[in-house]
């Protein structure tokens, strides 16, 4: 070998092969690497890449103002793409194909090649994220590939350049398997079909507010991630519509109007906390993404344990938004804005403003008890620290465990006067049923 004219030794080649192996321990963030012994397991690589683009993601849902069933959609095909580009390097783990509804194989990479899992899940959120936004703003496209570039650069400090390559490659093959399957789920159907709204004038319909759509009304027939059917962890609404003042259904929207009427300082900035409406969030399904991130960072989770979170909490709040939004248009329960005006008080106002959807049962209850029993399957009961809100201008909020939080999350639209209390503890069920159907088929490894 010649380096600058001159000849070296096989003594002093020797001598410089191991201070470059030793300096390629050294460099970079997190697990350092060693191009002569394989690849480094995700089991040994920070989560990063993962928390960086699930934070992202946040970001352009935000910003692209998605509804929430769209959200959830794009949170579980990126928890999905995540996982399977990673997969190879976590050890014991096995592929989402079979257990996922009509997922396709992933081919493995070259088994005798060495890959960098960190830029393969990188490459492969890059394509998926950008593949589920075709409409997104320049804006958003520019930060999507600002990550990926960035993610870029710092791998290559600490990985061989060629390496890097080799697993961004890998990974955008695995992305593009991820939206062939994606496309297969009758979101693009479902957005060709028309829709009329019933109505009934004895008020027992839920009216679209003055000057807005139905959201997103065929949703209900999008094809799940993982419950086999998508009824089958629907609540019956146990109550029967009524005016009369005596009825049970009365005394709830009566509750709901007092409730709103003496709101304490606290349920204000509880309502508030979990408005997560589109363009000022991420939405419902956000807001947990954004929770799952701190979860990450407070346990220090590795690459293969932040991508089995987020690939089974993502499917799991998909199919959560699926079923709850078929059972809101099956029943079309009106809202308490629309009930408390006609039948108890024409000047009432509720404190958040009331979204153009179905009230039965509360999404956000459903799809908050879902992650919720996800979430505490996967760690256990565990005190952590919700910081999410504060660029909203929100003070961080404590929480005892996943279900204190879910249960504060369903309370808030009561305090929003949005829902009853009936869509609220039966969404809650819901969810947690979705949740343990979604646990009892994800077993994902040993």
């Not at 639209?413 to 088929?441: F, P, T, W």
Request: glycine content about 6%; some cysteine.
């Amino acid at each position: 070998m010649q380096t600058t004219g001159l000849k070296i030794s096989s003594a002093s080649r020797n001598i410089a092969l191991v201070i470059i192996l030793a300096f390629s321990f050294l460099v970079g963030a997190g697990k350092t690497y060693a191009a002569d012994s394989g690849s480094t397991p995700a089991a040994e690589l920070d989560a990063s890449v993962a928390t960086r683009w699930m934070e992202l993601l946040y970001n352009c849902v935000r910003d692209e103002a998605f509804t929430p069933p769209v959200a959830s959609r794009v949170y579980g095909y990126a928890g999905a793409a995540l996982y399977e580009s990673v997969l190879p390097g976590m050890k014991g783990y096995k592929p989402l194909t079979g257990i996922l509804r009509d997922m396709p194989n992933i081919p493995a990479p070259d088994a005798n090649a060495v890959y960098d899992w960190s830029s393969s899940a990188n490459a492969a959120l890059t394509v998926v994220v950008s593949g589920l936004m075709p409409n997104a703003s320049d804006f958003t496209r520019q930060q999507i590939q600002g990550l990926h570039d960035k993610l870029v650069e710092e791998r290559k400090q600490a990985v061989p350049a060629d390496v890097v390559d080799r697993s961004l490659a890998y990974g955008e093959s695995v992305a593009k398997i991820i939206l062939q399957w994606a496309a297969s789920d009758n979101f693009d159907q479902i957005h060709k079909l028309t829709y009329t709204v019933p109505t009934r004038k004895d008020g027992s319909y839920w009216v679209v507010p003055d000057g807005k759509k139905p959201v997103e009304p065929n949703w209900g027939a999008m094809r799940p991630m993982i419950i086999p059917a998508v009824a089958m962890c629907d609540q019956p609404l146990n109550i029967q519509y009524s005016w009369n003042p005596d009825s049970a259904f009365w005394q709830q929207a009566n509750e709901v109007r007092l409730t709103v009427y003496n709101l304490t300082n606290e349920q204000q900035l509880i309502a508030k906390y979990w408005s997560d409406g589109p363009k000022d969030t991420g939405t419902p399904s956000g807001h947990w993404v954004m929770i799952e991130t701190q979860i990450a960072q407070q346990l220090q989770l590795k690459l293969d344990k932040a991508a089995e979170m987020y690939a089974v909490v993502g499917a799991t709040m998909n199919d959560a938004f699926i079923s709850t939004w078929r059972e809101k248009y099956d029943l079309m329960f009106p809202r308490p804005d629309a009930f408390i005006k006609r039948f108890i008080n024409a000047k009432w106002q509720s404190f958040l403003p009331t979204p153009s959807f179905p009230e039965y049962p509360s999404g956000h209850s459903t799809v908050s008890g879902a992650a919720a029993e996800v979430l505490t399957s996967l760690f256990g009961t565990i005190t952590f620290t919700d910081r999410s809100e504060i660029t909203r201008g929100f003070p961080e909020r404590g929480f005892a465990s996943f279900k204190d939080a879910a249960k504060e999350a369903a309370i808030s639209r009561l305090y929003g006067g949005i829902h009853y209390r009936v869509s609220i503890d039966n969404g809650l069920k819901q969810g947690s049923c979705i949740g343990r159907e979604a646990l009892s088929r994800l077993k994902l490894h040993d």
